[in-house]
T-cell receptor, first 110, second 113 residues
Framework: DAKTTQPNSMESNEEEPVHLPCNHSTISGTDYIHWYRQLPSQGPEYVIHGLTSNVNNRMASLAIAEDRKSSTLILHRATLRDAAVYYC???????????FGTGTLLAVQP | NAGVTQTPKFQVLKTGQSMTLQCAQDMNHEYMSWYRQDPGMGLRLIHYSVGAGITDQGEVPNGYNVSRSTTEDFPLRLLSAAPSQTSVYFCASQDSATNEKLFFGSGTQLSVL
């Protein structure tokens, strides 16, 4: 099963950009890269996904390395409400097992 | 659309009891899955299904059974509950043809005494 590796925790200051890294060196050519986040005491929620090109939506941006073995979720201006666990997973193509891993706990300081 | 509906929201069982967690989706998604989340931990995949009549094991399948007789429903059965199965359970579905986002239910908090 294709796996992802993320730092256990990161800290940011409010209104500063945050770059959350994810390594996925065993990614297959048809695997999409998905990001989800989980706020305290809530279920996971979708953030963004992409295949090869960088992606932007109202929540975040996703930068995908040219070799696709890593990606970075970018929150352009962190707010206190962005404090959550962020999960990077591989989806589709070679795998139907959507493994979440432990994610990155993002703390945002005022 | 209601999305993904999980019932019940809370359940307390005694060791050895059986029960079924229900999950239903109204989006005609082929892919459905069950996760468990222990306190302070990430989500772990229990079982998943890529369509009616097809199921497969995830990371932690022991102690759980699933079936997929219809596209809409994917129940999770605990045949003999154990305290180690105390957890929050999430059901999720996805349109596997497009690899769009996973839709999650609101979760079931299960306590086994």
């Amino acid at each position: 099963d294709a796996k992802t590796t993320q730092p256990n925790s990161m800290e940011s200051n409010e209104e500063e950009p945050v770059h959350l890294p994810c390594n996925h060196s065993t990614i297959s050519g048809t695997d999409y890269i998905h990001w989800y986040r989980q706020l305290p005491s809530q279920g996971p929620e979708y953030v963004i996904h992409g295949l090869t090109s960088n992606v932007n939506n109202r929540m975040a941006s996703l930068a995908i390395a040219e070799d696709r073995k890593s990606s970075t979720l970018i929150l352009h201006r962190a707010t206190l409400r962005d404090a959550a666990v962020y999960y990077c997973i591989l989806n589709g193509g070679a795998t139907n097992k959507l493994i979440f891993g432990t994610g990155t706990l993002l703390a945002v300081q005022p | 659309n209601a999305g993904v509906t999980q019932t019940p929201k809370f359940q307390v069982l005694k060791t050895g009891q059986s029960m079924t967690l229900q999950c239903a989706q109204d989006m005609n998604h082929e892919y459905m899955s069950w996760y468990r989340q222990d306190p302070g931990m990430g989500l772990r995949l229990i079982h998943y299904s890529v369509g009616a009549g097809i199921t497969d094991q995830g990371e932690v399948p022991n102690g759980y059974n699933v079936s997929r007789s219809t596209t809409e429903d994917f129940p999770l059965r605990l045949l003999s509950a154990a305290p180690s199965q105390t957890s929050v359970y999430f059901c999720a579905s996805q349109d596997s043809a497009t690899n769009e986002k996973l839709f999650f239910g609101s979760g079931t908090q299960l306590s086994v005494l």
